[in-house]
């Protein structure tokens, strides 16, 4: 069964303040991971996906980063507005396009003006 | 850009009661998917279907059923409802093999 575990749960930072998101993940194949934010009351918006270790994106203020146990989140000089919770998904190889996401619980980022 | 549309945004049912949840996708996505969210907890996969037919199934409850019909959108049907059906179901869509994208969900109360 795939894992995905996400650290820290909650990470308080002050504006312009950089830090990293971690994501771990256990499973038997990958397709690919998944980055989403999500803010309350809403679903989850699509950031990245990463297929292959060594691979990075970036947007913005955030890159992603992936190695063959982990991926990393990196925010860099951080606004108010990236305030949400960061969520971890994988997806595992299939034939078929319909295959899930499994997601970690996500880290919960405030930005503090 | 258009989004995933689901209705109702909020819904209201008592227990041992029914719902229908509606889920239309982006133009020319031909996936879906449900999940099901807690408070303070992560997405949980229920079931998908590609170009009509399931195609991965969850923790889907046997009192839930889906399907998708032939212009793609999707109803996730809920019977004998329970206090703990309570919480936010999303749907998502996607083109073959393409990152999965979220409606914003209808909030379950079950009382």
């Known amino acids: 069964e795939d894992q995905v575990t996400q650290s820290p749960e909650a990470l308080r930072l002050q504006e312009g303040e950089s830090s990293s998101l971690n994501c771990s993940y256990t499973v038997s194949g990958l397709r690919g991971l998944f980055w989403y934010r999500q803010d309350p009351g809403k679903g989850p918006e699509f950031l990245f996906t990463?297929?292959?270790a060594g691979e990075e994106k970036e947007k913005e203020r955030l890159k992603a980063t992936l190695t063959k146990k982990e991926s990393f989140l990196h925010i860099t000089a951080p606004k108010p507005e990236d305030s949400a919770t960061y969520l971890c998904?994988?997806?595992?190889?299939?034939?078929?396009?319909?295959?899930?996401?499994?997601f970690g619980e996500g880290t919960q980022l405030t930005v503090n003006p | 850009a258009a989004g995933v549309i689901q209705s109702p945004r909020h819904l209201i049912k008592e227990k041992r009661e029914t719902a229908t949840l509606k889920c239309y996708p982006i133009p020319r996505h031909d996936t879906v998917y449900w999940y099901q969210q807690g408070p303070g907890q992560d997405p949980q996969f229920l079931i998908s279907f590609y170009e009509k037919m399931q195609s991965d199934k969850g923790s889907i409850p046997d009192r839930f059923s889906a399907q998708q019909f032939s212009d793609y959108h999707s109803e996730l049907n809920m019977s004998s409802l329970e206090l703990g059906d309570s919480a936010l179901y999303f749907c998502?869509?996607?083109?073959?093999?393409?990152?999965?994208?979220f409606g914003d969900g209808t909030r379950l109360s079950i009382l």
């Open positions: 998904a994988v997806q595992p190889p299939g034939g078929t396009s319909g295959s899930r996401l499994t």
């Open positions: 990463l297929y292959s």
């Open positions: 998502a869509s996607s083109l073959p093999n393409q990152p999965q994208h």
